[in-house]
């Protein structure tokens, strides 16, 4: 099964530097700091935390704790960073350290809670005050501030104190140049009972507030057009509006005419088996059905989901590429639909098959839920389907995936995508055959390296590793200088259990030729699986092992980086690179012949251009799956061959 060479086309490259560092998160242990004081206060905790799944306390005792080395990176003048902090019981003074040459050498931002007040330090063997703040606002216990430091090359220092809601509190600057680098450090002073925290120190290279990626849109109409739809009819009563909305400042109404639209590209994210998403309805002035389509295959075939308020009623159907509808779940009581409210509709686009729909009124509560399995559509677009009674309009709002399996789409950011030694990372807009899902594709470029990565830690710790436990990408090693040698592809999956990591089988591609790279990691542990760190995929060409210290320089296209629950995009992935292997092995495959053939069984033999024969098995199990196996090699399709 060959898959051909790619081109690649004209590119249209965008800024790399729009991406994000994490200096420290705490998701690892505290095996990198030095302690001048008070070890025994400090360990990481799972709660309260800002982001992730561990935040440092220190409880009960003062402490210093800094790292000059361990850590991937470190603060440096230039850079604009911030890390979160909080106070409880009566702590009294938290404090943190950048430019760390040692615990007497630094820069310190001073908050002292009991006063509200912010102080800049220079230490240097003594103190010296470069700055404050100490009138105008209060600190509060129980809540996490964000520190923003604007550490300039001209030696300015600015430092920021926003609340927990993202407002300014206070800010002020002073100026020293003795430190343009060092490490990172802190100082918790505790009265009796009192704890400090700390949480997510990082840096973003465009300067503003870091944030953790927030939870991916499908559509909420900010964009105040519907240019990514299509109408199968009543576009003239399909507008943006102002008001009524549920976030934000847009919402779609339909008003006055039926009307059907749909889309399946153009917007950021689409909705994917192994997703749970979202949208908000409202219905007034006697709306009638109001359809919200998924797995959408144009203007004919999906799934949707129907509300019908003058009865009560909620529905799923399937419909097929022929226009038929068939009913998968129904309920008919036991709730009310109530006019000018914004309801909630939650659906989980099980991997294996599984639907289930809730509905959720105004104060969260689930109203009514239904269920039903069907494997037909496995990808597409979102529909809205609006059937409106005279005088009556229907309004949807915030379509949202609230539990994401995407690590990497790159259509409109790096997705939280880094790289490091020496290599360079960038969102390029073109042609790129085979491997580009839409518009974008992250390529990077391998300036003298034995074994470039790419890393993910904010996506990762996104997605629910436990219900989604197999990791695909679609991949594309464009050229490797100096050796035309296929390339082995890996990926690498840091957790918070014992060992710490676990490395998937290597995946051989050759150079000019895109493949799907997959990895179920459905055999790692439980534990593992609930502490997602850091995921990665590293590479390097097949005729020079890292070992060797071959420093390459080239190129490697990389994009659709997704976790799932349906193992059989997995099968698939490993299917496709195992005849690749094949023909990699043999030539091109030329012939199959069928030796013997049941209702349920079939066997054979690939025969390939150098004259070499491999044989398969192929088998309908009792319960529907498909048994494929080939050379050696066992192959499962769930529900049958895809």
């Known amino acids: ?84 902090v909080r106070a409880t019981g009566g702590a009294d003074t938290v404090n943190f350290g950048y430019g760390v040459t040692n615990d007497n050498k630094q820069y310190l931002v001073k908050i002292h809670f009991p006063n509200s007040n912010v102080f800049l330090y220079k230490e240097d063997s003594g103190s010296t005050l470069l700055g404050s703040a100490t009138t105008g606002f209060s600190l509060s216990e129980d809540s996490w501030y964000e520190v923003e430091v604007d550490w300039s090359t001209n030696g300015d220092h600015t430092v920021t104190v926003l609340d927990d809601s993202g407002s300014t509190i206070t800010t002020f600057s002073g100026n020293d140049s003795t430190w343009s680098d060092g490490g990172i450090g802190f100082y918790a002073y505790i009265a009796s009972g009192g704890r400090a925290y700390f949480d997510y120190v990082a840096q973003s290279d465009t300067g503003g507030t870091p944030t953790p990626p927030s939870i991916p849109v499908i559509d909420d109409f900010e964009d105040g057009n519907l240019s990514e739809y299509t109408f199968s009819y009543g576009e003239s009563g399909a507008s943006i509006v102002s008001q009524p909305v549920f976030e934000g400042s847009n ?93 909630q509709v939650k659906i989980k686009w099980g991997g294996e098959g599984e639907h289930k729909v809730t509905v959720y009124d105004e104060s969260n509560t689930a109203i009514t839920t239904i269920s039903a399995e069907d494997w037909t559509w496995r990808d597409g677009g979102i529909g809205y389907y609006a059937y409106i009674a005279s005088g009556g309009s229907a309004y949807y709002d915030n379509v949202v995936i609230d539990e994401t399996t995407a690590l990497g789409r790159f259509e409109s950011e790096m997705d939280g995508w880094e790289t490091s030694n020496g290599n360079s990372i960038s969102r390029v807009n073109g042609d790129i055959a085979g491997v580009a899902r839409d518009s974008h594709t992250l390529e990077v470029s391998v300036n003298g390296d034995s074994e470039p990565s790419i890393q993910n830690e904010l996506r990762l710790q996104q997605v629910n590793c436990s219900n989604h436990p197999h990791v695909l990408a679609h991949v594309l090693p464009m050229s490797v200088e100096g050796s035309d040698s296929p390339v082995s592809f890996r990926f690498r999956y840091h957790h918070g259990d014992t060992g710490g990591v676990e490395e998937s089988p290597e995946m051989i591609v050759d150079q000019g030729c895109s493949m799907q790279i997959a990895w179920d990691m459905s055999s790692v542990s439980d534990t593992a699986l609930a502490t997602p760190e850091r995921i990665e995929i590293v590479w390097y060409p097949t005729d020079h092992p890292p070992a060797d210290g071959f420093a390459y320089n080239g190129t490697v296209y990389i994009d659709n980086v997704y976790m799932t629950a349906v193992k059989n995009d997995v099968t698939y992935a490993r299917n496709v690179c195992k005849h690749q292997d094949l023909e990699r092995a043999h030539g091109m495959r030329v012939d199959e012949i069928i030796d013997t053939q049941s209702s349920t069984v079939q066997t054979g033999r690939y025969k390939y251009s150098n004259a070499a024969e491999v044989t398969y098995r192929i088998e309908k199990l009792g319960n529907g799956d498909i048994e494929e196996t080939v050379d050696g090699d066992t192959f499962l399709w769930k529900g049958g061959a895809q």
């Open 251 to 343: 919402a779609l109404e339909i008003d006055g005419t039926n009307t059907e639209l749909y889309s399946e590209s153009g917007l950021e994210n689409y909705p994917c088996p192994g997703d749970i998403f979202s949208y908000r309805v409202r219905a007034t002035g006697g709306a009638d059905s109001l359809n919200f389509g998924y797995g959408v295959q144009g203007d004919m075939g999906k799934y949707y989901v129907k509300l019908h308020f003058p009865n009560d009623n909620l529905f799923l159907y399937k419909e097929s590429a022929g226009g038929g509808n068939d009913l998968l779940a129904v309920s008919t009581s036991g709730f009310s639909l109530s006019e000018d409210v914004w309801y």
């Open 1 to 84: 099964m060959s898959l051909g060479g790619a081109s690649v086309g004209t590119l249209g490259v965008e800024s790399v530097q729009a991406v994000t560092t994490v200096f420290e998160d705490f998701e690892n242990d505290l095996g990198n700091y030095t302690f001048a004081s008070g070890q025994s206060g400090a360990t990481t905790v799972t709660s309260p935390t800002y982001s992730g799944s561990y935040a440092l306390e220190i409880d009960n005792t003062d402490t210093e704790l800094y790292s000059v080395s361990g850590l991937d990176d470190y603060p440096q003048a230039g850079d604009t960073f911030s890390y979160r």
